[in-house]
């Protein structure tokens, strides 16, 4: 299935999901008590705040979103939150901090590798760095490195995860003996040649898919009866 189709269909179904969610500017007017800013994409990222957009793509790492609010608000409340801090910080004490996100005594070694690496090629820096380059950072694998580089630096990159590859393994029906099921390479390919080359497309096509996999496209019992991608969806036409 087209993905630009997937995009429209999702976006007149959910509207903006105003993503990276931004706590550091919640009280600023169209954000969200929890960050989100629907509709503002525009965002000139102070270097702290980029930083708190790398620090969420390291810890929500197997797990939700509201463990990752959890630990970033203590953060902010408990320390002079930066890239400085990471690094200089003590493992345990951090560790602490981040405990609501789950194995955090890796996440809080990434944290300070990758605070390290982002401090040699200067905090201010808005240049984005190579994917190579986050590849190459201990902890950080494809969808962090492309998330880092598309909400943090703008840059025109497509983030692939699980709730992706579900719902593009569903929509064509793939798993079957004809078609093996899409890798992160082969569906970011996909998104690629399919979606304009725009950031704003890129950054509410992820988020959509992730609310998507949330609200009908569940790992089990999805709702396909109710599902805006239902009609062009071939999960449903081999299991009707
Ligand atoms: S129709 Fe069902 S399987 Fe297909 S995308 Fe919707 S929820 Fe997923």
């Known amino acids: 299935m087209n993905s630009y189709n ?3 269909n999702l976006l007149s179904a959910y ?3 105003g993503w990276w969610p931004l706590l550091q500017r919640n009280s600023w007017p169209g954000y969200s008590q929890e960050g989100y800013h629907p509709g503002v ?3 000139g990222l102070t270097p702290n705040e980029r930083f708190e957009i790398i620090t969420g793509a390291i810890l929500t790492q197997n797990t939700s979103w509201a463990n990752v609010r959890s630990s970033l608000t203590t953060l902010l409340m408990n320390c002079s939150f930066g890239p400085e801090y990471l690094r200089s910080a003590g493992h ?3 560790a602490a901090l981040i405990r609501s996100s789950g194995y955090y005594n890796q996440k809080a070694k990434k944290l300070k590798t990758t605070a390290e690496f982002f401090l040699q090629r200067g905090a201010a820096n808005d240049t984005p760095p190579s994917r190579k380059e986050l590849l190459a950072i201990w902890g950080i694998g494809p969808e962090t490195a492309d998330s880092i580089l598309l909400y943090a630096y703008h840059a025109p990159v497509c983030v692939v995860d699980a709730y992706s590859m579900r719902i593009f393994n569903r929509l064509e029906y793939r798993g079957s003996a004809e078609e093996g099921l899409w890798t ?7 998104f690629h040649d399919e ?3 725009d950031v704003e497309v890129f950054n509410e096509f992820h988020a959509l898919l992730v609310e998507h996999g949330k609200r009908y496209c569940t790992s089990r019992n999805q709702k396909c ?3 805006p991608l239902n009609s062009e969806c071939r999960f ?3 299991n009707s």
């Open 6 to 8: 997937v995009y429209r």
């Open 15 to 17: 509207g903006p999901q």
């Open 41 to 43: 994409y525009s965002l």
């Open 92 to 94: 345990t004490e951090l």
């Open 184 to 190: 992160y390479m082969g569906l970011q390919g996909k």
């Open 195 to 197: 979606l304009p080359a």
């Open 225 to 227: 009866s109710k599902c």
């Open 236 to 238: 449903v036409e081999q």
